[in-house]
């Protein structure tokens, strides 16, 4: 008689992610699997999860439990990190901007990730960062920045043409997998580091600090994009999205998300684009994701709320606060002015409203993709 299975393994994760396409292809389940040196799991065709040799899982049940799409640790982390609704437990809201003229060269927005990691950098507070470095168009790759000439580099959202879709693997993506970045952190002499993730990425690794799962334990500080998704497409939907927004996306300088979808183009000009416009290359697992204001970070960032030129910024636990005001005690950031007391506090319930109000329409829209079965668009 075959062995009752009393916890659940890869199979029910297969069943209730992979085969639903909700799998984000993240590589933590891969990357962390307790029978990694046995070869139980490989990421296989479409780089998605699945058993290279059953007979070798060892049933632990960790690739299910740290899946940003599983649910089973959700109650252990808003207990852990008081979570508060709409947009989860925080100590203050800032729009902020970095005062290094080099980080405003090439950051996204304010450059407030970039300036908060050199301060922790400069400090010794940590040996160094996983970023995510331009790879080629809408494509970005995990690295572990050591020095500051490598943060730097990593910052932005810059966008560039000169890569040929074959060396990307046939696809276009906005993804940067950091998990298997943050697994090679085993092989490497380090203690303290920061990363920098979407909100997907950073609940793993919470979840993993949560069950103790080497090497998190090295994750120092962590510092959470706003996410409402990120885009996948080949050559043919590329062909879509440009009939679609009437742009050559090689004329495409920048792209950054706020309210909605900005490009800026390689002759100067700003085009507005409404996010539903571009969901049709959202990648499925996004869609399926209800935390948009990254939740459990230390601190949470996005343009959402700010002036062009500022960062939002959502100072969440107390290492977070003591980044955050050390950094604008030691100028490596600034706090936007405002006129009177009156407008500021006007401002950042402007700024906590568009937050809550983003944070609910993707945890509306998660609920109702979670109920319809099949795929909405796809990936390959
Ligand atoms: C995929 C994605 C979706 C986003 N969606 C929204 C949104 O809907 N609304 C909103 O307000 N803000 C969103 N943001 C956040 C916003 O674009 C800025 O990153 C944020 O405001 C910080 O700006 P900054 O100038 O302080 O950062 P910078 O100083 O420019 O630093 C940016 C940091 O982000 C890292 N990074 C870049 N791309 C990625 C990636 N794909 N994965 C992981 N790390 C990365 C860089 O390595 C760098 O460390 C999103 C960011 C990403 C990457």
């Not at 572990?144 to 993506?173: K, V």
């Not at 990363?195 to 979840?207: H, S």
């Not at 103790?212 to 990120?230: D, K, R, S």
């Not at 003591?322 to 006007?346: C, M």
């Amino acid at each position: 008689m075959e062995e009752k299975e009393e916890v659940k393994t890869f199979n029910d994760l297969r069943s209730e992610v992979v085969d639903r396409n909700l799998c984000g292809k993240c590589g933590g389940c891969y990357s962390f699997c307790s029978a990694g040196k046995l070869n139980a799991l490989e990421m296989g065709e479409n780089d998605l999860p699945e058993y290279s040799d059953e007979e070798k899982c060892l049933k632990c049940g960790i690739c299910y439990l740290i899946c940003p799409q599983i649910n089973a640790l959700n109650d252990e982390l808003k207990a852990r990190f008081g979570w508060k609704p709409p947009i989860g437990f925080y100590q203050h809201i800032s729009s902020a901007r970095t005062t290094d003229q080099n980080v405003i060269n090439v950051c996204t927005d304010g450059g407030v990730v970039t300036s908060l990691l050199l301060h922790l950098l400069d400090q010794n507070l940590i040996e160094g960062a996983i970023v995510s470095k331009k790879k080629g168009p809408f494509a970005r790759e995990p690295i572990i920045a050591l020095t500051r000439d490598d943060i730097i580099a990593a910052a932005g959202s810059q966008y560039t043409e000169s890569f040929h879709l074959e060396e990307l693997g046939g696809q276009y993506n906005t993804y940067s997998p950091i998990l298997p970045e943050v697994k090679s952190l085993e092989r490497k002499y380090l203690r303290n580091i920061a990363v920098v993730g979407t909100p997907c990425q950073i609940n793993t690794i919470k979840k993993m600090q949560c069950l103790g799962i080497l090497p998190a334990h090295m994750v120092e500080y962590t510092i959470g994009l706003f996410c409402i998704e990120n885009f996948s497409f080949n050559d043919l939907t590329k062909k879509r999205l440009e009939k679609r927004l009437d742009i050559e996306l090689s004329d495409i300088q920048k792209l950054n998300i706020k309210d909605d979808f900005i490009i800026t183009l390689n002759n100067g000009i700003m085009v507005h684009v409404p996010l539903e416009e571009v969901d049709m290359v959202a990648r499925p697992a996004c869609l399926a994701c209800s935390d948009f204001a990254n939740e459990y970070a230390d601190i949470s960032v996005g343009g959402l709320g700010s002036l062009d030129g500022y960062t939002t910024t959502v100072v969440r636990t107390d290492k977070g606060a003591a980044l955050f005001r050390n950094a604008l005690n030691q100028g490596y950031i600034e706090e936007a002015v405002y006129r009177n007391a009156d407008e500021r506090k006007i401002e950042k319930t402007k700024m906590l409203a568009k937050i809550a109000a983003f944070s609910t329409r993707k945890r509306l829209r998660a609920e109702q993709r979670l109920k319809t079965e099949g795929v909405d668009h796809d990936e390959s």
